[in-house]
Structures are given as structure tokens and as C-alpha cells.
């Protein structure tokens, strides 16, 4: 039967994701809009931005922590522009996002660049990794429902240094600091904010390695972290490169706002667990569905993908099941009961559901009789046809 409870926000994007409980435009009522973002009000307003995530992060003082544009994407390409080259390249693969940073790399055609990867669903061998040469990897696979289960792996005594992107884990997920040397995030993710900034975190080796060595090709401007052979401070003291939206900045101060109030980062991680153990109860009961993830220690907390098993799905070419996952997913939001909730188009076919810390654990519970109602849906369509 079709349920009749909805969520009470329907919104399970994985970018840009659920506000925070409670959200409404009102909460820009503060924005500096209209003044620039380089007067002192606006570059304390970017700084308060810089300032509550490291506090929140707890990230060490002698980091540095900065807003670039671009989104994730940007501040990723920003760190394997700029520090990549000084020596071999270890590249971590097992979903659509960190296969666009192998692009990237093969794109400055490095002499020693080795790729590892792996199939949706799965890690790459994590041991076969070298930290005498510098390290890129997702710490969550935002398409594959596939993370990292820790930082055990990471070698202390590292040569190299270790770029993370942390888009969809950081404010989720604890970040060993110790064992990383750059983070990347976005605001749209588990904070909920909005699109278009990133942020970007350097160790004192990255920024070691960015005074000592150039990299052998021309940086555009916004790739530009250094003048003169010597870090520019600003960028991490709220002077970004490029002119932010103060809409955004104050949006991202309100979520972080937001974070602080619910217990910080503790009660953040804590939110998104529950999220997924709701999901977890309703896959365990399920005959026509299981986690793309094989390792139940890799299931993603923010990003968890489904898999369809039912053989009346996975007997079907691969076109017809790429259209089966999305008119369920259409269905359901046909139903004002959950958007955006069809898989990656570069994963298997299947769905995704954003549990990140502003989606509330009711909503979710709301939701899945949904799937399973859409479901039923398909299979009586199909059998009729």
C-alpha cells in the first residue's frame, strides 16, 4: 500500500544537500550584502567562516585554513596543481570523484604517477600504498557509498604528503589531522550550505613544500597560494582570490552556527551515524535491496548507495536498469516523499541517500517505505507490461 507519512523535508541530494533543521531565508537577514568582500567587515565576516570550522574541526593551530573558489573541486585542483611534481604520486580510485583526480594527474603528464584503484563497491588494497611518494584520495566515495574506515593505514613517518578530498566526511567523520597534510571540503555538503566555495586546509608540510618547490607548469591566478617563494597569508586570514558571495558566507556562518548549538562535531558524527542505522535496520529486512558497499566497515555515513538484487532487475541490460533506478527515484519524488535520490550517473545503477548531519533521522525512517512502495510499483508495471 502506498504510505502516507512523508518526510517532513524531503531533500536527500548529495550536493547541494538538506539545510539545517529549522533553515529559512531569514537566517541571511545579517548578510553584508552590497560592501565589499575586502573591507573589514567583509574579511572578518570570511575570517569568523575560517575560524569557527578549525575550532569546530578541532584542527591544529598551525594549520592553515583557507576559502578558495570553485567549490571542492576547486580547492582539490588548487593542491594537485601547486604541490604535485617534487616526487612519485600514489593515486587512491574507487568512484567517479577520485577517477577525476587520475585525470588530472595524467593530464600533467608526471613520469611517476601510480594509479590504485578498485570497482564500486570495494577499496583499493590500502596496504600496497607508498608514503615515501605523495598520496591523493577520497576519504569518502561520494558516488560508491565507499570510505576509508580510518586513518590507521597512513603511515606516521610519511615522506610524501597525504591530499584528502573530505568533501563529503569532514564535519561527519573523524579526520586524523596527524596524518593528513591538505583537506578540501565545501559548505554544500554536511553543513548543508551553498554551492561554490571551497575550503581549503594545509599542513605546515604543504606549506613547507609549497615555499620550496615549483611546479613545473604555469599556475592560473586562482591556483596561485605563494608570491616571491613565500606562502600569501591572506588567503587564510578571510582575503580570498577571487570576490565570494557574502549571501553564502553568511549562509556557511549559520550552519556552523547551527553545529556549535546541536554539540559540534561529536553530535554532527553522532547525526549522521543514526541516519545510516536507520537505513541499515530497513536493508537487513529488504529482499530486493543491499548496500553497494561489500565491507560493512567502508559504508559510507553521509553517501550510502543502494543496490538493487531482485533477478527481475539484475537480469536486465545495463540501459534498462539505469532507467528501472530512475523512475523509482522519480516516482518518489513525484510523491513530494524524497528527491534526488537516483545514483550518480556514473555508478551502478541503484540510489543514494544523503544521511549527512542536517537530514533528521525521522525523515529518513519516513522515506523508505517509499522505496519499497516504488518498488512494488515497477515490478506490477513490468509484469503488466
Not at 270 to 290: Q, Y
Amino acid at each position: 500500500m502506498k504510505p502516507t507519512r512523508r518526510p517532513q523535508n524531503p531533500c536527500f541530494s548529495s550536493g547541494p544537500c538538506a539545510k539545517r533543521p529549522g533553515w529559512s531565508p531569514a537566517a541571511l537577514g545579517e548578510a553584508l550584502v552590497g560592501r565589499s568582500h575586502r573591507s573589514a567587515p567583509g574579511r572578518a565576516r570570511l575570517e569568523e567562516v575560517i575560524l569557527r570550522s578549525k575550532k569546530i574541526l578541532g584542527m591544529p593551530e598551525d594549520w592553515r585554513l583557507g576559502v578558495v573558489a570553485a567549490s571542492d573541486t576547486g580547492a582539490v585542483e588548487i593542491a594537485l596543481w601547486a604541490l604535485l611534481g617534487a616526487r612519485g604520486i600514489d593515486m587512491l580510485a574507487w568512484e567517479n570523484f577520485g577517477e577525476g583526480w587520475v585525470a588530472d594527474v595524467k593530464q600533467m603528464k608526471l613520469p611517476d604517477a601510480r594509479i590504485l584503484s578498485a570497482p564500486y563497491g570495494r577499496l583499493p588494497d590500502l596496504s600496497a600504498v607508498d608514503f615515501e611518494r605523495d598520496v591523493v584520495f577520497c576519504w569518502n566515495g561520494t558516488t560508491s557509498g565507499v570510505r576509508v574506515p580510518n586513518g590507521e593505514w597512513i603511515a606516521a613517518d610519511r615522506k610524501g604528503l597525504v591530499i584528502c578530498d573530505a568533501t563529503s566526511a569532514v564535519f561527519a567523520m573523524r579526520l586524523p589531522w596527524e596524518k593528513l597534510d591538505v583537506a578540501t571540503w565545501s559548505w554544500q555538503k554536511v553543513l548543508g550550505g551553498e554551492a561554490a566555495h571551497g575550503m581549503l586546509a594545509l599542513s605546515p608540510r604543504a606549506v613547507e613544500r609549497l615555499e620550496r618547490y615549483t611546479p613545473p607548469w604555469p599556475l592560473p591566478k586562482l591556483f596561485r597560494l605563494t608570491s616571491g617563494g613565500r606562502l600569501n597569508e591572506g588567503v587564510f586570514r578571510g582575503e580570498t582570490i577571487n570576490t565570494p558571495s557574502m549571501l553564502c558566507v553568511e549562509d556557511a556562518i549559520d550552519s556552523l552556527k547551527w553545529a556549535e548549538s546541536v554539540g559540534g562535531l561529536e553530535a554532527l558524527i553522532g547525526r549522521c551515524t543514526r541516519n545510516l542505522a536507520a537505513i541499515e535496520r530497513w536493508v537487513e529486512g529488504s529482499l530486493w535491496v543491499r548496500f553497494l558497499a561489500e565491507d560493512k566497515t567502508t559504508l559510507s555515513t553521509t553517501s550510502p548507495c543502494l543496490k538493487i538484487i531482485d533477478p527481475s532487475f539484475t537480469t536486465l541490460s545495463p540501459e534498462k536498469r539505469f532507467e528501472t533506478s530512475r523512475r523509482i527515484a522519480k516516482r518518489i519524488e513525484g510523491e513530494g516523499a524524497g528527491y534526488d535520490i537516483a545514483s550518480h550517473r556514473a555508478s551502478p545503477p541503484g540510489l543514494r541517500i544523503w544521511t549527512g548531519a542536517t537530514v533528521e533521522t525521522s525523515d529518513v525512517e519516513a522515506l523508505l517505505p517509499w522505496l519499497d512502495w516504488a518498488w512494488e510499483e515497477e515490478r506490477r508495471e513490468a509484469k503488466a507490461a
